[in-house]
């Protein structure tokens, strides 16, 4: 196949889908700024071929390139909206919060086309799963409300116990850096970025390498939608500019989705680690293990799905399958057909599949994993098409025979590549996923009630969630997601992301006449915007 035949023209692209130009800008400070700072261009990761025949990257614009000063100034914004603790969006009822982000959701959903586009051209995403994105996204807003107003009924009930009465609400954390990943830029960012919003912090949203432009179509909607300073919204080199703003110790909670290192370099550098919270998402290396009684219909779709889906580019793919030996030989023939047949191409192409990777170095480092696979004894399990690229699109790899010192069984490979190791008994997988340094989930295919069994409790105190004949995955929202040892700190589903991002606090008083006077005085009168009653219909 050729670089023609695989990705085409510009001409080739749908009209309608045809990257427009972007100038991006910032949020600091309730004001949208498109000056005072470098740029740097965008180009997409998708290549079309020019009229000689050459592939090239179009520019889709530029993007604010934010010096430390810059980003500084944008924490400044939120540390001033914060006021510690006593500004007016932290000290807010839950009812305004809750209207200001249900602004947001209705000014945001006309801006779905241009996100949708830009969601394509800047990290390659299918047209389909872009669209699922941006709707999932407003889907997560609206169950995000309705689990803010059901925290709020159960909040305003007075408790008397021992003596006293209390009421027990839950109260914002501070200034908040949230850090999205690449994948899902918008609906992974969103995740911490809405929650941590609407319990009454302020936010800092540092936006990730690859895909960054669609940001701009929605800052008019956080503008008008929140108080100035409660949102900034802000580019550049990450590991230039967040240094100092957490080593000054202005930001107070750290929401990242992304890499365990990038999130030790920032949590360490805090000079009050007891004190800085953390919500993160982190690396995995999410099994997928293959009974030896296990539907091969199922287990070959699911895990298709499971670990290619978007590339592999997802946390909870499934990053590495264990086949029993009796069944290795039908599942390799099924699945290496199925990955073989999958459409590779550019994301507007019907029913692609497989897209281009963000970079080169990141083919390059595949690559080489499988390389090094190889040498230490793995096969190839499909030569035909596998370990092969066009430029920055690399072709589904499926090795198999893979020995458990293969640095591919150890690392998360975030791609298209599928590690397969052969076992023959419970005993040879144990040592491997207790020693694994990652805990988000696994998948598990058998039809043996006994057998399933066992490793659902081998698996449960090793990840946080264990699929049976199902591919690893984050939904529904409403399920908590999160993982054990180095995978994930904090949950994030609908309803515990709102606790994630507050602390309980409560007003108590004796429960004696007296008490109970001020209790209901405050109350009738509605004095107080926390002890309250009232409740967010």
């Known amino acids: 196949m050729t670089p023609a035949n695989l990705f085409g023209t510009w001409k080739d692209v749908p009209e309608t889908l045809r990257a427009e130009s972007v100038q991006g800008r910032v949020l600091i400070g309730g004001k949208i700024l498109a000056q005072g700072f470098a740029y740097k261009p965008v180009h ?11 592939l090239y990257f179009p520019k889709l614009g530029e993007t604010p390139n934010l010096s430390e000063s810059d980003f500084a100034s944008a924490v400044d914004a939120a540390v001033a909206a914060w006021a510690k603790g006593l500004g007016e969006w932290p000290t807010a009822r839950m009812e305004h919060r809750i209207s200001a982000l249900a602004t947001f959701r209705n000014l945001m959903i006309p801006q779905r086309e241009a996100v949708v586009r830009l969601l394509m051209w800047e990290i390659a995403k299918p047209k389909k799963d872009a669209e699922a994105e941006f709707d999932r996204t407003v889907k997560y807003l609206d169950d995000t409300i309705e689990a803010a107003k059901q925290l709020d009924r159960d909040s305003s009930r007075i408790h008397f116990a021992g003596g006293i009465m209390t009421q027990i609400r839950r109260a914002p954390l501070g200034v908040t850096l949230c850090i999205g990943p690449f994948n899902y830029p918008l609906n992974e960012t969103f995740t911490t ?46 590991r230039g500019i967040i240094g100092p703003s957490v080593q000054a110790g202005k930001i107070d909670v750290l929401a990242l989705i992304g890499s365990s290192q990038t999130a030790n370099k920032i949590k360490q550098s805090h000079p009050r680690p007891n004190s800085f919270r953390g919500v993160l998402g982190l690396d ?17 779709r699911e895990c298709l799905k499971g670990s290619l889906s978007f590339n592999g580019q997802r946390c909870t793919a499934l990053k590495i399958l264990f086949v029993h030996r009796s069944r290795q030989k039908e599942f390799l023939d099924r699945f290496t057909a199925e990955a073989d047949a999958l459409k590779c191409g550019l994301p507007w192409h019907e029913g692609v599949a497989i897209t281009p990777l963000p970079t080169m170095e990141k083919v390059r480092s595949l690559q080489s994993l499988t390389d090094a ?51 023959e008994s419970k005993d040879q997988l144990e040592q491997y996923l207790v020693d694994s340094p990652f805990g988000m989930q696994a998948s598990v295919f058998g039809q043996d009630p006994s057998e399933v069994g066992q490793f659902i409790d081998l698996l ?12 690893c995955q984050r939904g529904p929202d409403v399920f908590p997601f999160t993982g054990r040892k180095a995978s994930a700190e904090g949950t994030l589903s609908v309803s515990d992301a709102l606790r994630c991002f507050s602390i309980r606090s409560m007003v108590a008083a004796n429960q004696d006449e007296t008490g109970k006077a001020i209790f209901r005085s405050v109350l009738d009168k509605d004095a107080s915007r926390f002890l309250s009653t009232n409740i967010v219909l």
């Open 373 to 423: 696979a190889v040498a230490a004894g793995a096969r190839l399990a499909n030569p035909g098409r596998g370990a092969r690229n066009i430029a920055n699109l690399l072709f589904p790899t499926v090795l198999s025979d893979v020995p458990l010192e293969a640095a591919i069984t150890q690392e998360e490979q975030f791609g298209p590549v599928v590690p397969v190791v052969t076992y």
């Open 460 to 471: 449960s105190n090793l990840v946080c969630r264990t699929n049976i004949n199902s591919q």
């Open 193 to 238: 970025l809405m929650p941590a919003l609407l319990m009454g912090n302020t936010v800092v949203v540092k936006i990730p390498r690859h895909g960054q432009l669609f940001w701009d179509y929605l800052l008019p909607a956080f503008k008008e939608s929140f108080p100035a300073g409660v949102i900034n919204i802000v580019n550049g080199l990450g």
């Open 284 to 300: 995995a290396k999410n099994p997928g293990i293959i009974l030896p009684d296990a539907d091969l219909g199922i287990a070959v």
């Open 44 to 54: 997409s990761i998708c290549p079309v071929v020019d009229d000689q025949g050459e």
